[in-house]
């Protein structure tokens, strides 16, 4: 299934956070309140009510000059989303057949939110506070099965953020990337094996946002959701084994 | 702007200095990108590094109000290094033109200054004429008189050294935006500017965008695709509103407001200089037949030749004095002013010297505020520092709709004229504002006709007041009648006309009172091909004109000016970038500015029919050389009304000698002062807008950006003992607000004049009526002192301290 995917810009990303605000308006979302901590950055982290947020970073160039970075994070959408595999219920989260969207839904409220957000590389899964329940980006499915594009995508000014089908974007991001090294020589994108949300960055992702390259390796799983996926098996084997022995006593 | 939005794609270098596009308008962004894209280089001259910076090819800083001398630097290197289009100079501009030897200037006062009254004699700055009354010129650029040797000499003491121990902008910085930005001079090359306030709120402000224009003609940048001196307009109508003319001293299509030193319509309609060049076409001498239409759109048929067509009807300015906003809040503040009308605006929060103007409010017997929130204005007398027990205002707010509730149009900072529709009910009693001024007029008008005692009612009974459809306010009506009527049956060269008919452009009103126009600048907007301002159809291929999608003023021509875009042969400077081009017999491509041809025949001889280019200006030529201004005909280099040395590099007058400064106690400055050590600015940021009277009751734009905000760097956060996100106190001699401390190395400190000069920023979206922790105004703290050409204050620069709480 090819699916749809993300190719965000940040060369061309100016921080407006128009896609931030987009994202609250098409989803309704709440505001939360914050509070001026010493930057730009509001919220300070993504949460069950913020599914998309612009992270600011300054560093020096080489020319000792400011540079300021922006970084538009969200869910990337993973093709084998370790979170996926973290539910009892496997059920709990799904994949869209058209778009390749992974969407949460209500059964996740029964599971450990804890370890879903764990098994994320990228640290993108928030619960509710009491509820157990969990959210994040939905790539706007409702939008795009409609034929529109994800409300951050409509609204950004400067084309930073793009979408369409996954073999597009990747074609996109890797002319993008060429254009960009004759201006950044140190650009690099993310995320083009194994994930549905492409950054091109001008410098090393680390300055942009710690989790903005993966820690897991291509088409990888981590440590946690290994163990994890051998130990379902295990587990499964066990209640049988359980059920077995209540049969036969 | 000269040109407008999307023509800022055909641009090879764009300088934004004076203003922070990305941040304020990113949907300019666009166009600038679609430029990067085709190679286009972006410079970027702010004293903050900021969200535009990080998208600059090169990004350098310079103190805040120290813009000339760097442009003076950048004319110096252009001049010094044959940088200029000289065909263009010698050809269009006034560079060549002999200056009388009256003109003088030294130790930073121009000829002609009185330092009782603080104003110059204009007069002195004047052009040698010839036997038949036209200016003598050189344009060999060569003769010790001529305007280009003037300029430079004037800019020749602008050297790397000088400016940058005044904007504290390292040399090397200096000479790479000149080098970079100069290579525009080349044919075919086109550079462009984007400014806003960062330029136009100074003592100098018209000054700095005066030093602009003098580049861009240097470099032969003006009329041409790519180029041009564009403004970027701080809120999405202000251009509609400053070409209807809602400010003191203009009349619509930017008509002078009659003073008293013209009594009779005749004194007015003769006061414009008139050209002897017969190649001039000196646009403004039409200026009787808008004055006339504008009139009977006002009086209707009641106004008459007899009458003079109720000029004595219409107020006059005292002749000297000014009716500024500045003006305003002084006269307020001294008691003179009973009432008043906040209409859309929030002057608690948006004027400088907030605290004159809050105490100046106390002062009133009724105001009356019309808006869609409540805000400091409405509510200053519950505010900060006032008790209501001790103050008379009587205070009506009257709730209105928003841009969305109604219909009508919008001018955007391209000089576009955008129809908009209702989209939604106002809720509650909220009404349209036309409406709201339909009701007050009718009042108005039935008070003076019962009362035979009125004062005057000549003016309100006279009006022609036909603007409404079934009772309610009809914009159509209204821009209709800003178009204009004949108002009889008239035949123009070969054109007849019937009475009631919409004037299909300004070169078909008359001064014999047979038109209406009630802004003759708009006059081709509603015709009756329809209503222009609703066109969508847009361009497929192109330079981005689309001169079908809505309409603009004059008369839809998208770049003013565009008779520049050609050489004496009517052939393009940048064949690939066409503006107007001579096909042998007419232009085509843009409205051309004049259908006149071009200056030369196809053999190379003068064509007698020709106009010069430039035709608002008497001469025709562009001013290089601009005799007008209160403040000098060249630019010169003054410090801010408060500032942190002790003496001008450039010379003995440290402030403009013509800033009006005001007396009132209120009015308290600090210059060089050790109190108050920092340059301080004030700026916007994407989240938020004007006063954030909208904008701070939006929870998803509050959430983004909750605070008032100090920026500052980290030398002088360490100086001060201050933390990053620590809540600090900024104050000037007016006033102090409390600030989250954001500590930023994107300041740095200045070196200036040898001493390490701080300079910190302060966004003015903030006020105390909501949220309660959110901060107050910026406008607390800026001086009320102002441009002398314009009355703009000065709240891009001034001296503050910094302190922890």
């Known amino acids: 299934m090819e699916g749809k995917a993300f190719f965000i810009d940040t060369t061309l990303c100016i921080g407006c956070r128009a896609c931030q605000i987009a994202c609250k308006q098409w989803n309704q979302l709440p505001a939360t309140k914050t509070e001026n901590r010493g930057g730009f950055q509001n919220p300070e982290d993504l949460s069950f009510y913020t599914y998309k947020l612009v992270r600011f970073s300054e560093h020096r160039g080489d020319d000792g000059k400011p540079v300021w970075y922006f970084f538009p994070d969200q869910c990337r959408h993973c093709l084998e989303p370790p979170c996926k595999e973290i539910p009892e219920d496997p059920d709990a989260i799904i994949i869209d057949q058209l778009t390749g969207a992974v969407l949460y839904t209500d059964k996740l409220k029964k599971e450990n939110s804890q370890d879903v957000r764990e098994s994320c590389p990228y640290n993108i899964p928030r619960a509710e506070k009491g509820t157990g329940y969990m959210a994040k980006c939905t790539m706007c499915v409702d939008r795009v099965h409609n034929g529109l594009l994800p409300a951050c995508v409509k609204t950004c000014p400067t084309g930073a953020m793009n979408f369409g089908d996954r073999g597009e974007m990747v074609a996109l991001t890797k002319e993008r990337l060429a254009e960009a090294k004759s201006k950044f020589p140190n650009a690099v994108v993310t995320g083009l094996e194994d994930v549905r949300v492409f950054y091109l960055l001008a410098d090393e992702p680390s300055k942009y946002h710690e989790y903005a390259h993966a820690t897991i390796t291509p088409m990888g799983i981590d440590r946690k959701t290994a163990l994890k996926r051998i130990a379902r098996p295990l587990k499964e084997l066990s209640r049988e084994w359980q059920m077995l022995k209540g049969l036969a006593s | 702007m000269t040109n407008h939005w999307i023509d800022l794609k055909n641009s090879d270098c764009i300088l934004i200095m004076g203003s922070n596009a990305a941040e304020n308008h990113p949907v300019s962004f666009k166009w600038v990108t679609e430029a990067m894209k085709k190679g286009a280089k972006l410079i970027n001259v702010d004293p903050r590094f900021t969200r535009t910076s990080s998208k600059a090819d090169f990004y350098t800083s310079l103190r805040s109000g120290t813009d000339i001398a760097f442009l003076g630097g950048m004319i110096k290197y252009i001049i010094e290094n044959n940088k200029y289009f000289t065909e263009y100079v010698a050809e269009y501009t006034n560079a060549p033109f002999i200056l009388s030897d009256t003109y003088g200037f030294k130790d930073g006062l121009f000829s002609g200054y009185d330092s009782t009254t603080r104003k110059y004699d204009k007069g002195m700055w004047a052009f040698d004429k010839d036997a038949n009354g036209v200016p003598s010129k050189d344009r060999s650029l060569q003769d010790p008189r001529c305007v280009f040797q003037h300029l430079k000499q004037h800019y020749s003491r602008y050297d790397l050294d000088t400016v940058s121990a005044i904007t504290g902008t390292p040399e090397e910085d200096l000479l790479k935006v000149y080098e970079l930005y100069s290579e525009t001079g080349a044919k075919g090359k086109a550079g462009t500017i984007m400014y806003a306030m960062g330029w136009t709120q100074h003592t100098v402000g018209v000054q700095n965008i005066r030093t602009m224009s003098i580049i861009q003609l240097l470099l032969g940048n003006m009329g041409v695709a790519g180029g041009g001196v564009n403004a970027l307009r701080g809120e999405s109508n202000v251009q509609g509103s400053t070409d209807h003319c809602i400010l003191y001293h203009i009349w619509p299509g930017y008509l002078a407001n009659p003073s008293t030193t013209w009594p009779t319509l005749d004194a007015y309609l003769s006061r414009r200089p008139k050209s002897n060049d017969p190649l001039s076409a ?524």
């Open chain 2, 282 to 805: 000196n646009w403004w001498q039409n200026e009787p037949k808008y004055m006339v239409s504008l009139l009977k759109s006002y009086f209707g048929t009641r106004a008459r030749p007899e009458n003079e067509f109720g000029y004595p009807w219409m107020p006059k300015l005292d002749a000297g004095k000014t009716y500024s906003w500045l003006d305003i809040f002084d006269e307020m503040y001294k008691g003179t002013i009973k009432g008043f009308f906040a209409w859309g605006q929030n002057p608690a929060a948006s004027g400088a010297n907030a605290n004159k103007t809050r105490r100046a409010l106390a002062k009133l017997d009724w105001l009356v505020n019309v808006n869609i929130f409540d805000n400091e204005t409405c509510s200053f007398w519950k505010g900060p520092g006032m008790d209501p027990k001790t103050i008379k205002t009587e205070v009506f707010m009257l709730p209105c709709a928003v841009s969305v509730e109604k219909e009508g149009s919008i001018t955007n900072s391209g000089r576009w004229m955008q129809w908009r529709y209702k989209a939604a009910e106002p809720p509650g009693d909220a009404r349209p504002d036309g409406d709201i001024i339909m009701d007050l007029f009718k009042k108005v008008r039935y008070l003076y006709r019962r009362d035979a005692n009125a004062v005057f009612p000549d003016p309100i009974l006279n009006l022609k007041w036909d603007y409404t459809t079934s009772g309610a306010f009809d914009p159509h009506k209204v821009a209709k009648e800003i178009n204009g009527y004949f108002l009889k049956d008239v035949t123009i060269g070969d054109k007849t006309f019937k009475r009631g008919e919409l004037v299909p452009s300004f070169a078909f009103l008359q001064a014999d009172g047979s038109t209406s126009s009630a802004n003759w600048l708009y006059c081709n907007s509603y015709t009756s091909k329809g209503n222009m301002a609703a066109r969508r159809t847009r361009e497929r291929t192109g330079i981005g004109l689309n001169p079908e999608w809505a309409w603009c003023w004059p008369v839809n021509r998208r770049i003013i000016y565009n008779r520049a875009s050609v050489d004496t042969y009517g052939k393009p400077w940048d064949p690939e970038h066409t503006v107007i081009q001579w096909d042998g017999a007419k232009w085509v491509g843009d409205v051309p500015d004049g259908g006149w041809p071009p200056m030369l025949n196809p053999d190379g001889t003068p064509n007698p029919k020709t106009k010069y280019p430039f035709i608002m200006k008497e001469e025709g030529y562009a001013n290089i050389f601009g005799p007008g201004r209160e403040d000098g005909p060249f630019p010169e280099h003054y410090e801010p009304l408060e500032c942190p040395v002790e003496k001008n590099l450039l010379s003995g007058q440290l402030i403009n000698p013509t800033a009006p400064i005001y007396g009132t106690e209120m009015d308290a400055y600090r210059t060089c002062d050790p109190r108050y050590p920092f340059v301080c600015t004030t700026f916007r940021v994407s989240e938020h807008w004007q006063t954030g009277v909208m904008t701070r009751w939006q929870p998803w734009l509050l959430e983004a950006q909750p605070q008032l905000f100090v920026e500052m760097s980290p030398e002088l956060a360490s100086l001060r003992g201050i933390q990053k996100g620590e809540k600090v106190i900024v104050e000037s001699a007016r006033g102090k607000i409390e600030a989250v401390a954001i500590v930023t190395h994107r300041f740095r400190p200045f070196k200036i004049q040898g001493n390490v000069i701080h300079e910190v920023g302060v966004p003015w979206h903030y006020g105390w009526v909501y949220p309660k922790d959110g901060g107050d105004s910026a406008n607390l703290l800026t001086p009320s002192a102002g441009d002398p050409n314009t009355r703009i204050p000065e709240s891009k620069a001034f001296m503050v301290n910094v302190r922890k709480m």
